[in-house]
Nanobody, 127 residues
Framework: QVQLVESGGGVVLPGGSLRLSCAASGRTFSTYTLAWFRQVPGKDREFVAAFRSSGASTYYRDSVRGRFSISKDNAKNTVNLQMNSLKPEDTAVYYC????????????????????WGQGTQVTVSS
């Protein structure tokens, strides 16, 4: 059974940085499509960023492009989300997601195309 475990959340001042990590147990990420989503109370879970192992392509929602960076560490079997220039509107629970399928571009932002989910980690951006 593959399990995803996120870490790295916390409280940070506006303009600050955090690095989230998601580790997988039970299987390697070598061919997976990996993503981060986030959710605030009362709203739907939304796409943040994705890494497609086939071609090492990355995808971002418009509001985080240029501030966030998703990467995969094959040696540690983790997917990471470096978040810089954080804003209060980035406050949410962040979830790691994965699927062994090679998603096409039109699928990477769709929550329904991911099979595995972590438990979430809270990110709070506040002064």
């Amino acid at each position: 059974q593959v399990q995803l475990v996120e870490s790295g959340g916390g409280v940070v001042l506006p303009g600050g940085s955090l690095r989230l990590s998601c580790a997988a147990s039970g299987r390697t990420f070598s061919t997976y499509t990996l993503a981060w989503f986030r959710q605030v109370p009362g709203k739907d879970r939304e796409f943040v960023a994705a890494f497609r192992s086939s071609g090492a392509s990355t995808y971002y929602r418009d509001s985080v492009r240029g501030r966030f960076s998703i990467s995969k560490d094959n040696a540690k079997n983790t997917v990471n989300l470096q978040m810089n220039s954080l804003k209060p509107e980035d406050t949410a629970v962040y979830y790691c997601a994965a699927t062994p399928r090679r998603l096409i571009t039109s699928q990477v932002r769709d929550i329904n195309d991911y099979d595995l989910w972590g438990q979430g980690t809270q990110v709070t951006v506040s002064s």
